[in-house]
């Protein structure tokens, strides 16, 4: 079987999949092709330069709408909407609420506050399983990566698994593993990615409540989503995505965008992505809730530990070698 063969294969076994799953929106089957086949690089210069402005007008307090708009990324958001197939569902839902930075993008799908329920659409699997890795968070971390992702990101790295199918099943037996894995003092906690996590929460909500019970707050659990925090706080968002959210104590949040990828960012690919301290964040919400203020005038609080590379590698070993270091 060519190359061709095995996509078109590929192709249909989504669309069965899509098309035999329960609650899934009847508008998301319109085009199942997987984006990454359908590649238009004038689409993404053009998206380049409208997702930057756009984060910086939203820096600046402007809605993302407004930024959007602002930066000329409404033609592309259509333009990619009738090639690529993806869509902004919440287009009409919420004018102008801040839909977290680089959001809606034209590249990936951007559902409709509850539009996505795990409850109905997760399978109950397990992609990948990782032990004792240091790349997914800080410290020594076990990583679960869930089966499922509809976002549909442009060259998302892990499109093999964006079927709710991929992998194994759910087990007693793995749940115990993950357990037994977090028992070594070494071990600073667990690692949620995907595939989506906010859409396998009968899964996880399983896996921390067991975490939680076993080890309380001692062991941490960080969780890559492509939600952005302000969706998940829209009105409307299925409880068990904020169940999750709050047993979590850092959240990654937001799409994978090409045009702001940049390799010199810590545990994210782009840079309209967060590392988020959840409970600093949520209690921040509490206070401005108590203090009479809308919660969501409140952005996320940023992890303080955060430390992005400032320069690439070979910058930064050209200046030190520049300046002497390892001559005699
Ligand atoms: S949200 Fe993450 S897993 Fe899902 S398509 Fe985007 S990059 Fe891939």
């Not at 569902?89 to 799908?109: C, K, Q, W």
């Not at 399983?129 to 968070?137: A, E, L, S």
Request: with cysteine; glycine share 10%; net charge negative.
């Amino acid at each position: 079987m060519d190359n061709k063969q095995n996509a078109d294969v590929f192709d249909e076994g989504m669309r069965r999949k899509f098309d035999l799953m329960p609650g899934f929106d009847k508008d998301f089957q319109a085009d199942p092709t997987p984006a990454f086949r359908k590649t238009d690089p004038h689409a993404m210069d053009n998206l380049a330069a409208g997702g930057q402005a756009g984060s910086e007008a939203q820096s600046a307090g402007a809605s993302s709408e407004g930024a959007s708009q602002a930066a000329g990324s409404l033609p592309v958001r259509e333009k990619a909407e009738k090639s690529f197939g993806h869509r902004d569902f919440a287009a009409h839902d919420l004018p102008g609420y801040n839909r977290g930075p680089g959001i809606p993008y034209a590249f990936s799908n951007n559902p409709r506050a509850g539009q996505w329920d795990a409850r109905k659409m997760s399978a109950n699997r397990i992609a990948s399983y990782k032990r004792f890795v240091v790349t997914d968070g800080e410290g020594i971390r076990n990583s679960i990566y869930v089966a499922g992702c509809p976002f549909r990101c442009q060259n998302c790295w892990n499109a093999s698994i964006w079927d709710f199918q991929a992998g194994h099943d759910f087990t007693p037996a793995f749940e115990q593993a993950v357990i037994d894995d977090l028992r070594p003092s070494y071990v600073e906690g667990v690692t949620y990615l995907g595939g989506e996590p906010m859409l396998n929460t009968p899964v996880l909500l399983k896996i921390s409540n067991h975490i939680r019970q076993e080890f309380g707050d001692t062991k941490n659990i960080w969780c890559w989503t492509g939600y952005t925090w302000e969706e998940l706080m829209r009105p409307g968002t299925t409880p068990d995505k904020t169940a999750l959210l709050g047993m979590c104590d850092i959240l990654i949040d937001g799409r994978y965008i090409e045009g702001l990828k940049d390799s010199r960012l810590q545990f994210r690919g782009s840079s309209n992505q967060r590392v988020i301290d959840v409970k600093k964040s949520l209690a921040a919400r509490r206070e401005a809730q108590e203090q009479g203020l809308d919660p969501n005038s409140v952005a996320p609080v940023i992890w303080d530990k955060l430390h992005d590379q400032k320069r690439v590698i070979a910058e930064a070993y050209r200046k030190d070698r520049d300046a002497g270091e390892g001559r005699d």
